[in-house]
């Protein structure tokens, strides 16, 4: 058992540390001559990768690749055993009963459209009740409402008690004997609090529910034992434990595995395939294993496996509770202009290195792209977990999630970039123009601004500053007629054509930097006709503004959507 040392172990992820120990440039790397260092926040979504599974890629493509369980050549032979291998692996990791009871899937998100599509549609019927809590991830609460579509079964929601877990009592009183499947995150991947899982389970076995844990979040930080949990499943991604995408795990008990009908069909699930008699299918674990699996990412994973299990778990644990405590403490005493200003979604530290809360008076999406232009990562918006954000009363959230391969520097750097940002954002002192109407700013203008800048935190800044120059819409403007969609955050437009036919936009948003970006919008719209707006060419524009290649495809693709608005109101 390796000892766990901080940086040693940081120098094993290529993308967040070079050969030399320096951070990789990032963002604005094209920009400026000063590489912005990067720091990676963002590991409850995916997590870097170690040089060991990157290497077992290049070397299974040089030394092992070819079909698994197909041919009897040496090197389909040689392939199928690593496959296996993994197979082998992932049972002892999570402690298995057998390599049956493992089944490779995409991720976590197929695992439950599997056990939906394939034990739900089997064990269904009209009037049955699912359970699952309010904090799912979309991923386990989507397949569940088409399964119950389908076969007229209802959703019943759990809701949570006042630390974020989910609720027991309230967990008591849905049950009943209609109760057929609860299906519930080992963690939220917002609340990041460890659900009481041990009773929960219980509780649903009692009245003869399915139990199906999500362990995506949960997998990554701690032991998992699915014997001593006795759950009946547990799905899990291997990419949010320093393995590859694309690759994730279905744990089942087999006696249940063996009663459910094959989820996708084709090569390898099958026993025998006949135009004359009924086609049988394969033994488990292949019966659930359709095509060509991702071989490579499977052994990949093996050695991600391999990696973190050959480290102290309980010292590799309690540096990422010391760096959550750390990050915690630092939020919790932040202070712009002497007042506190972080709101955690939930009372209490989080038990996984996972804090998600508010700024008062910012919006998330306005400081995750403030804090992007100093290379630090962080998640904003809704997590994939809508409900849960109706639930808490909040449109959306930031989530910082550490890894054991984060450091106190890049903490206490995120901590002082963030007071920047705050302290910046209310200083009325800068101003990028003259307060003026946007409809009087000229695209030119705004083109021969941005040309003076360089680097992309500048350009920022200077969007946040068109933003203050925005004439917001009334509130009785910003309905859900004037709601444009396909944007990640709100977002207005309404519309006027005089009788020389020229169009004037006005528009507005709950954040500011779409405020900025409508400000630039808007300038090559405003004071046009139908036929020059359709003509005008957005995508120089844009180019010229330097703007597209550094806003989140979804935050680009919001922009481009309130062009096509505007194209289409002038047709
Ligand atoms: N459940 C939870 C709790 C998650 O955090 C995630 C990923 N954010 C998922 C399900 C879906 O995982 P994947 O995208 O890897 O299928």
């Known amino acids: 058992m390796k000892s766990f040392k901080p940086k040693q172990f940081r120098q094993q992820f290529p993308l967040v540390v070079n050969n030399e120990g ?6 604005g790397s094209s920009q400026i001559s000063s ?6 926040f963002d590991n409850g979504a995916t997590t870097q990768k170690p040089n060991c599974v990157i290497d077992s890629y290049h070397s299974f493509y040089q030394t092992t690749n070819a079909n698994v369980h197909r041919a009897s050549h040496t090197l389909s032979v040689k392939a199928t055993t690593a496959f296996e291998h993994a197979r082998n692996s992932i049972k002892t990791f999570i402690n298995a009963k057998s390599n049956k009871e493992i089944i490779w899937t995409k991720g976590t998100t197929e695992s439950i459209n599997l056990l939906a599509m394939s034990l739900g549609r089997k064990i269904l019927t009209h009037g049955d009740e699912i359970i699952l809590a309010v904090s799912e991830h979309h991923a386990n609460i989507v397949p569940w409402q088409l399964i119950a579509e389908q076969t007229g079964a209802m959703i019943k929601i759990v809701e949570l008690d006042a630390m974020g877990r989910v609720c027991l009592p309230a967990f008591e009183q849905l049950l009943n004997s209609k109760t057929k499947v609860f299906c519930c995150a080992h963690i939220s991947n917002v609340i990041a609090k460890i659900n009481p899982i041990n009773e929960l389970i219980q509780k649903a076995k009692s009245v003869g529910a399915i139990t199906i844990i999500d362990g995506a979040q949960a997998v990554a930080h701690f032991p998992i034992d699915v014997q001593a949990l006795d759950c009946d499943f547990y799905v899990f991604s291997a990419h949010k434990m320093f393995g590859p995408t694309g690759v994730g795990v279905l744990y089942g008990k087999q006696a249940l595995l063996e009663t459910m009908p094959p989820y996708q069909a084709g090569g390898e699930m099958i026993s025998k395939v006949s135009f004359n008699k009924p086609t049988t299918f394969n033994d488990l674990p292949f019966k659930f294993e359709a095509g060509t699996p991702n071989i490579a990412g499977v052994v990949a994973f093996s050695k991600a496996i391999e990696f973190i299990s050959a480290y102290d778990a309980k010292q590799l644990c309690d540096y990422e509770k010391q760096l959550t405590i750390h990050c915690y403490q630092a939020l919790q005493n932040l202070t712009v202009f002497s007042k506190k200003i972080v709101k955690f979604i939930v009372p209490g530290l989080p038990d996984i290195p996972v804090i998600s809360f508010t700024l008062n008076g910012h919006h998330n999406h306005d400081i995750a792209t403030a804090l992007d232009s100093y290379g630090i990562a962080i998640r904003s918006g809704h997590h994939c977990a809508m409900p849960l954000m109706e639930y808490l009363n909040i449109s959306g959230c930031l989530r910082i999630s550490l890894a054991a391969y984060n450091t106190f520097e890049e903490i206490n ?11 910046q954002e209310s200083d ?13 700013q000229a695209s030119a203008m705004i083109i021969t601004q941005f040309a003076m800048v360089k680097s992309w935190d500048t350009r920022h800044r200077q969007i946040m500053l068109l933003g203050k120059q925005l004439h917001r819409l009334d509130k009785n403007m910003r309905n ?52 020059q707006i359709q003509e005008f060419d957005i995508e120089s524009y844009f180019k010229s503004l330097g703007l597209i290649q550094h806003l989140s495809p979804s935050r680009g693709n919001g922009i481009l959507a309130i062009v096509e608005k505007i194209k289409k109101i002038a047709l």
């Open 413 to 423: 750097y995120f901590i002082d970039c963030l007071k920047k940002i705050l302290t």
């Open 35 to 40: 590489s912005l260092p990067l720091v990676y």
């Open 22 to 27: 320096n951070r990789l440039p990032v963002n």
């Open 480 to 531: 859900e007629q004037t709601l444009i969609s396909g944007c990640e955050s709100l977002a207005w437009l309404v519309s006027q054509k005089n009788s020389q036919g020229i169009f004037n936009f006005q528009a507005d948003s709950d954040a500011k930097i779409i405020r900025g970006l409508l400000v630039i919008v808007l300038a090559a719209f405003n004071g046009k006709t139908a036929v």
């Open 428 to 440: 009325a002192s800068l101003t990028f123009t003259n307060k003026r109407d946007v409809n009087e």
